[in-house]
Protein backbone atom coordinates (compact mmCIF):
# COMPACT_ATOMS: atom_id res chain seq x y z
CA UNK A 1 0.00 0.00 0.00
CA UNK A 2 1.30 3.23 -1.13
CA UNK A 3 -0.23 6.73 -0.26
CA UNK A 4 1.52 9.45 -2.08
CA UNK A 5 0.39 13.12 -1.03
CA UNK A 6 1.13 16.16 -3.13
CA UNK A 7 -0.11 19.92 -4.05
CA UNK A 8 1.66 21.73 -1.24
CA UNK A 9 3.53 24.75 -1.90
CA UNK A 10 3.51 28.22 -0.91
CA UNK A 11 0.63 30.80 -0.91
CA UNK A 12 -0.54 33.90 0.53
CA UNK A 13 -3.15 34.46 3.25
CA UNK A 14 -6.50 33.69 1.50
CA UNK A 15 -5.56 32.17 -0.95
CA UNK A 16 -6.38 28.32 -2.19
CA UNK A 17 -4.60 25.16 -2.52
CA UNK A 18 -5.51 21.58 -3.67
CA UNK A 19 -3.71 18.66 -2.18
CA UNK A 20 -4.09 15.23 -3.74
CA UNK A 21 -3.74 11.71 -2.58
CA UNK A 22 -2.93 9.15 -4.96
CA UNK A 23 -3.55 5.56 -3.26
CA UNK A 24 -2.01 2.35 -4.90
CA UNK A 25 -2.67 -1.03 -2.84
CA UNK A 26 -6.50 0.20 -1.70
CA UNK A 27 -9.32 1.37 -3.30
CA UNK A 28 -10.19 4.80 -1.60
CA UNK A 29 -14.22 4.04 -1.77
CA UNK A 30 -13.81 1.17 0.50
CA UNK A 31 -11.45 2.90 3.05
CA UNK A 32 -11.99 6.08 5.54
CA UNK A 33 -9.61 8.07 3.67
CA UNK A 34 -8.53 11.41 6.05
CA UNK A 35 -5.95 14.32 6.60
CA UNK A 36 -4.12 15.18 9.03
CA UNK A 37 -1.20 17.75 9.60
CA UNK A 38 1.54 18.33 11.51
CA UNK A 39 3.24 22.06 12.54
CA UNK A 40 6.46 22.91 13.55
CA UNK A 41 6.71 21.90 17.49
CA UNK A 42 3.03 20.49 17.71
CA UNK A 43 1.59 17.10 17.38
CA UNK A 44 -0.26 15.84 14.42
CA UNK A 45 -3.85 16.63 14.37
CA UNK A 46 -6.84 15.47 12.60
CA UNK A 47 -7.96 18.20 9.46
CA UNK A 48 -10.80 15.88 7.65
CA UNK A 49 -11.76 12.64 6.71
CA UNK A 50 -14.36 10.79 4.47
CA UNK A 51 -15.49 7.85 4.96
CA UNK A 52 -16.89 4.33 2.52
CA UNK A 53 -20.64 5.70 2.84
CA UNK A 54 -19.24 9.71 1.97
CA UNK A 55 -19.89 10.79 4.93
CA UNK A 56 -17.44 13.92 5.67
CA UNK A 57 -16.27 15.15 8.81
CA UNK A 58 -13.83 18.53 9.65
CA UNK A 59 -12.05 20.01 12.38
CA UNK A 60 -13.28 22.70 13.77
CA UNK A 61 -10.75 24.71 12.44
CA UNK A 62 -10.96 24.19 9.04
CA UNK A 63 -15.02 23.71 9.01
CA UNK A 64 -16.47 25.52 6.23
CA UNK A 65 -12.65 26.52 4.56
CA UNK A 66 -11.69 23.10 3.51
CA UNK A 67 -13.39 20.51 1.02
CA UNK A 68 -12.45 17.16 1.07
CA UNK A 69 -13.43 14.73 -2.02
CA UNK A 70 -12.73 11.39 -3.46
CA UNK A 71 -12.13 10.43 -7.00
CA UNK A 72 -12.88 6.94 -7.36
CA UNK A 73 -11.97 6.68 -11.00
CA UNK A 74 -8.76 7.79 -10.33
CA UNK A 75 -8.53 6.57 -6.65
CA UNK A 76 -7.48 9.53 -5.02
CA UNK A 77 -9.00 11.53 -2.06
CA UNK A 78 -8.26 15.61 -2.61
CA UNK A 79 -8.40 18.29 -0.20
CA UNK A 80 -9.13 21.58 -1.40
CA UNK A 81 -8.09 24.37 1.37
CA UNK A 82 -9.56 28.11 0.48
CA UNK A 83 -9.00 30.83 2.64
CA UNK A 84 -5.91 29.43 3.94
CA UNK A 85 -4.43 31.26 7.59
CA UNK A 86 -1.16 31.30 8.17
CA UNK A 87 -2.03 29.23 10.93
CA UNK A 88 -2.89 26.07 8.02
CA UNK A 89 0.91 26.33 8.09
CA UNK A 90 1.74 22.44 8.56
CA UNK A 91 2.91 19.18 6.73
CA UNK A 92 -0.06 17.40 5.90
CA UNK A 93 -0.77 13.55 5.45
CA UNK A 94 -3.10 11.73 3.91
CA UNK A 95 -4.05 8.25 6.19
CA UNK A 96 -6.18 5.25 5.15
CA UNK A 97 -7.86 3.29 7.83
CA UNK A 98 -10.29 0.16 7.57
CA UNK A 99 -10.98 -1.99 10.88
CA UNK A 100 -7.42 -2.65 11.88
CA UNK A 101 -5.54 -2.20 8.35
CA UNK A 102 -3.84 1.81 9.31
CA UNK A 103 -1.96 3.47 6.51
CA UNK A 104 -0.14 6.84 6.61
CA UNK A 105 1.52 8.63 3.50
CA UNK A 106 4.88 10.64 3.66
CA UNK A 107 3.78 14.46 4.01
CA UNK A 108 3.48 17.69 1.48
CA UNK A 109 3.95 21.04 3.30
CA UNK A 110 1.63 23.66 2.97
CA UNK A 111 3.25 26.89 3.80
CA UNK A 112 0.58 29.63 4.08
CA UNK A 113 2.70 33.79 4.60
CA UNK A 114 0.82 36.15 5.99
Known amino acids: VQLQASGGGLVQAGGSLRLSCAAS????????MAWYRQAPGEQREFVAH???????NYADSVKGRFIISRDTAKNTVDLQMNSLKAEDTAVYYCRSFYSVMNYWGKGTQVTVSS
Open 25 to 32: GLMVRLNT
Open 50 to 56: ITPGGTT
